[in-house]
């Protein structure tokens, strides 16, 4: 008689154990899944239904109003370009400085490694807070520069541990000592060794970088004018008017109804519009994403 293989961690067959491990992973997708899903469809549905419990899995009255509410504004291609613009210089920016931070502190030969180590830890707890550093963004003459939307934080300390611990344990340290005594300078070491090597990494720091980018609204309030805003500031600013509409329709016969219900609309439709760009790049570089970090893991 044939006896079915038993899990020695849980005394599950292991037909059994996948069962469960996918009931778990789809119990999992549809916690994390549902409400940009639920989301979607209320922004094309309409709000009283919405509110009304009507959009549990389907549009209920389909309706593109929100849309053409956030579109007809000419900001919005404005704030599109902007966000792009910023996204793609800050993510360039920061991955090369998190390499040119995480690579050097990776060598156990390199003097005061672990003050500098201390240091930028320190900065993930400690800062001299908004005040400060807006004055020194005046002083230096960054503000309405595209330099002020990254320079300030240009290195993100927890990534570039991220990537120190891959250089440290995902690139063999005999490699680039072969090659050093082929003659090659460090220089010639990073660009021709380390980074080919890296870009699973690579890939990591540039999804979490353009995902900080492309959601930062606040450092653009702060430090940009009004032409110079990125996509969540505008579709924020269009909110905040319509919002503000809708309240002051309060004082007139009929009117706040409809116009609370086109700020609910706008409101859903935002969210879409500001995150469709990020859904769309991430199936293509999740492999990476993947690998890049497990292997930047910390490892025992």
Known sequence: MIKTKKNKLGGLS?????MVLVALSVLILIIVAYPLYYILIASVSNPYDVYAGKTFL???????EGYKAVFVDDSILMGYWNSIK??????????????????PLSNPDLPGR???NIFFVITMYFGGGLIPTYLIVKDTGLMNTIWAMFLPG????SNMIIARNFFETGIPKELKEAAEIDGASKLRVFFSIIIPLSKPIMAVMVVFSMVAYWNDWFTALIYMSSDQAPLPLVLRNILIKS???ASQASMISGGYAELNKMTEMIKFASIIVAAAPMLVIYPFVQKYFEQGFMAGAVKG
């Open 154 to 157: 240009g290195v993100a300390v």
């Open 86 to 103: 910023y996204t793609v210089v800050g993510t360039i920016f920061s991955v090369a400085m998190i390499y040119v931070t995480a690579y």
């Open 14 to 18: 292991d037909k059994a154990s996948d």
């Open 58 to 64: 389907l549009p209920s009255q389909f309706t593109l």
């Open 114 to 116: 672990k003050f500098f």
């Open 243 to 245: 919002s503000t509409s």
